[in-house]
């Protein structure tokens, strides 16, 4: 059996092929490109059952990733990440069959090193020397971290505002690391001037086509870790919308495989209140959003007031009857401290946020008594550290702790 079953790159909007086995960014259209793996022939030589004995990790499902030679792989043991149930927030609002996927134990602390993994190993397989980015923090702390290891050269571009935690990972890997005095928007537009003066590979967001791949190895470890069914609802806190895209790419592919039946789960994107471009074109019923001005949330890692890949986003919560939905800042640190102090659990803003969602959900009834519901917590809640501010008690005036 081959090591991976990659077959072609598709123009997400056009559908014409482009050639896997040369380094390639955008299509003819500006569109992200999605890689296409031979379904027929993985149909016939795979099964659920060839997984049993593999490595706890995202790279057990190989065949379906698009790296073709596994000395290549760049690994620090990402993915196969808990889910967990969390039965005393569920019972508390509303949804006792709530879990958590938790993302916040995997290397560098974020579901980006994922797509870290895989978009690097396959740049190294490649060719590519040199990539550059722009972010909002943990991508591009994953991905200087995962280049140091691949060997390659990176070039980091990110708000002043961006996390320290963050700032610090991606400069002591050895990175480029400059900062913007605006939003990853900004970030953005300094690191296409860069990749055209200076010939860097372009590793923005759905700018090239493999960081994808490793988010929806989230999709394909739900699915296994429920037994080869699938919940009722995932919630996915939503900036770029790769990890959502992904998960339902992953999904799909494993309907065409046959190893999961039935309607797929509704995707929701959580967004911000104060940064809801995707909720906004989703409540008119648009394809694509507009440019979210002034944007502004303390889960900054969904602070994105466009997305490349929103018409993606939009699509797969459309074809799964899911929504959009916005919440505030105040619901969010709730959240981290509802998740803390009852499942133990210190989640990120970002999670929190879908937290949040959850429980306006099952208020509205959108979510139904008796849903299987799954949230990602996409990171660590410790590499936020100005998220939330809390005021230890004071011992007595003689030193004493207070009865």
Do not use: N
């Given at each position: 059996m081959p090591y991976s079953y990659l077959s072609h790159l598709r123009c997400s909007k056009t559908g014409e092929i482009h050639d896997a086995d040369q380094p390639q960014q955008l299509s003819r259209v500006g569109a992200p490109l999605l890689a296409s793996y031979d379904l027929e022939a993985l149909k016939q030589d795979w099964r659920p059952a060839d997984l049993l004995?593999?490595?706890?990790?995202?790279?057990?499902?190989?065949?379906?990733?698009?790296?073709?030679?596994?000395?290549?792989v760049v690994t620090l043991g990402e993915g196969f990440t808990p889910l967990l149930p969390l039965p005393k927030l569920g019972k508390q609002i509303g949804i006792p069959d709530l879990w958590m996927k938790d993302e916040s134990i995997i290397p560098t602390g974020s579901f980006k090193a994922r797509?870290?993994?895989?978009?690097?190993?396959?740049?190294?397989?490649?060719?590519?020397?040199h990539f550059a980015m722009p972010t909002n923090g943990n991508a591009g702390a994953a991905w200087a971290l995962y280049g140091a290891r691949a060997g390659l050269r990176?070039?980091?571009?990110?708000?002043?505002?961006?996390?320290?935690?963050?700032?610090?990972?991606?400069s002591l890997a050895g990175a480029r690391l400059y900062l913007v005095d605006g939003l990853i928007s900004d970030a953005g537009r300094q690191v296409a001037q860069a990749v055209a003066e200076q010939s860097l590979f372009d590793a923005s967001t759905l700018k090239e086509p493999y960081?994808?791949?490793?988010?929806?190895?989230?999709?394909?470890e739900i699915a296994e870790q429920f037994g080869w069914t699938l919940p009722d609802v995932i919630l996915y806190p939503t900036g770029g919308g790769v990890g959502l895209i992904g998960?339902?790419?992953?999904l799909r592919e494993l309907q065409e495989l046959g190893w999961v039946k039935g309607d797929l789960p509704r995707l929701v994107a959580v967004q911000s209140s104060g940064c809801a471009p995707i909720v906004q074109a989703w409540q008119q019923g648009a394809s694509e959003s507009t440019f979210w001005p002034d944007s502004q949330t303390l889960a900054f890692g969904i602070n994105v007031p466009?997305?490349?890949?929103?018409?993606?986003?939009?699509?797969?919560?459309?074809?799964?009857?899911?929504?959009?939905?916005?919440?505030?800042?105040?619901?969010?640190?709730?959240?981290?401290?509802?998740?803390?102090?009852?499942?133990?659990?210190?989640?990120?803003?970002?999670?929190?946020?879908?937290?949040?969602?959850?429980?306006?959900?099952?208020?509205?009834?959108?979510?139904?008594?008796?849903?299987?519901?799954?949230?990602?917590n996409t990171g660590a809640g410790i590499k936020y550290p100005d998220a939330i501010t809390v005021v230890p008690q004071r011992l007595r005036r003689d030193g004493r702790i207070p009865a």
């Open positions: 004995g593999r490595p706890a990790s995202l790279w057990r499902y190989h065949e379906l990733l698009p790296v073709r030679d596994p000395a290549q797509g870290a993994a895989v978009g690097l190993s396959r740049a190294r397989e490649l060719g590519i020397a990176s070039t980091i571009v990110m708000p002043q505002a961006a996390p320290a935690i963050t700032r610090l990972e991606t960081r994808i791949e490793g988010k929806k190895t989230m999709g394909l998960i339902y790419k992953a466009k997305a490349l890949g929103d018409f993606l986003v939009l699509d797969a919560l459309y074809s799964t009857d899911g929504c959009a939905i916005a919440v505030d800042d105040r619901a969010i640190q709730s959240e981290i401290r509802q998740l803390a102090s009852q499942e133990g659990s210190f989640v990120c803003p970002e999670g929190a946020a879908a937290f949040a969602a959850a429980r306006q959900l099952r208020e509205s009834g959108w979510i139904k008594e008796g849903e299987r519901v799954v949230v990602l």
